[in-house]
């Protein structure tokens, strides 16, 4: 028995040590180097800066603005994707699921290219607005805050749904043949039942929807330049910059980035912990 515990602990070696190379030791340096001067010394200064200049207000405001509004539309198109997945039959399935992973690993560069092909100056559905007196899609503006939640919504989609599928094959048959026996509706077994069983994949898929968000670089790169305010195109400057490089500041930024993400685990967490206990 020992022996084995021995093997096992052995084997997660090589993993605790990508860990550690890869993930804690970066982590620790970032958080170090956002608390040092750029002259040598302790500092809060940086964080008073992210905080206290309009410039990198405004860019934490568009990526939390960004960043919830695609989740919550993921989500909501998922949900009814995941349930039609489950009503479908093994061959619609198949498809489906083929559709969506491949739509899944379609984002970064190549989504951006696609989209200013679609929605650009002269793009195909906005030469087509014009042709036929569609303002909507005539004046519709890639470039803008707008373009970019189209972008990020386009990559949430089948994300959110290949989360929450399993979740919806959690859900038993007899459940729904239950609530029926007892004189509910379809209204009162999903409000009753199936909603309750299924928040916990909904809270953690969100999670999920908001850190992909918010960390987005490559998509909203390649579609805006340096042309808008966004957290994780801010930082990118820091260490990038053609003329001055600012690690420290750009560490500071990054640590913001990560206690947003942290925040989100912690909250889905205690939603999730309060509700376990008042089932109780």
């Known amino acids: ?24 030791l970066p982590v620790a340096a970032t958080v170090v180097r956002s608390f040092t001067a750029e002259g040598g010394g302790l500092t ?7 905080f206290g200049k309009r410039l990198y207000r405004t860019a934490l405001v568009n990526s939390l603005w960004v960043s919830i509004l695609s989740s919550l539309i993921g989500l909501f ?11 479908a039959g093994s061959k619609l399935r198949n498809l489906f699921l083929s559709v969506l992973n ?22 195909v559905m906005v030469m087509f607005g014009k042709n036929h007196g569609i303002d909507a899609l005539a ?18 989609i089948p994300l959110a749904t290949l989360l929450l599928i399993p979740a919806f094959d959690g859900l038993k048959k007899e459940w729904r043949e239950a609530v029926a026996l007892l004189g509910g509706g379809e209204a009162v077994y999903w409000f009753k039942v199936g909603l309750p069983n299924l928040l916990p994949s909904i809270l953690g898929t ?29 930082i990118s400057e820091q260490f990038i910059g ?6 420290e500041f750009g560490s500071a930024l990054a640590v913001v980035l990560m206690l947003l993400m942290t925040a989100t685990i912690w909250i889905n967490d205690k939603i999730l912990k309060m509700r376990t206990k008042k089932a109780k």
Not at 3 to 20: C, G, N, Q, R, T
């Open 44 to 50: 809060l200064g940086h964080y008073a800066a992210v």
């Open 206 to 234: 969100f999670s999920v929807l908001f850190a992909n968000a918010v960390a987005a670089y490559a998509t909203a790169y390649a579609l805006m330049q340096n042309n808008f305010a966004l957290l994780p195109i801010k």
């Open 1 to 24: 028995m020992k022996d084995s515990k021995k093997l096992y602990l052995a084997a997660l070696v090589p993993f605790a040590l990508i860990a550690l190379l890869f993930e804690l």
């Open 102 to 123: 491949m739509t899944s690993n379609f984002s970064g560069i190549p989504l951006a290219f696609s989209y200013i092909i679609l929605f650009g100056n002269v793009g």
């Open 242 to 247: 053609d003329v001055v490089q600012r690690r």
């Open 77 to 87: 198109v998922a949900f009814w994707g995941a349930k039609a997945y489950k009503s």
């Open 139 to 156: 004046s519709f503006n890639i470039y803008s805050i707008w373009g970019l939640l189209l972008c990020y919504v386009y990559f949430q």
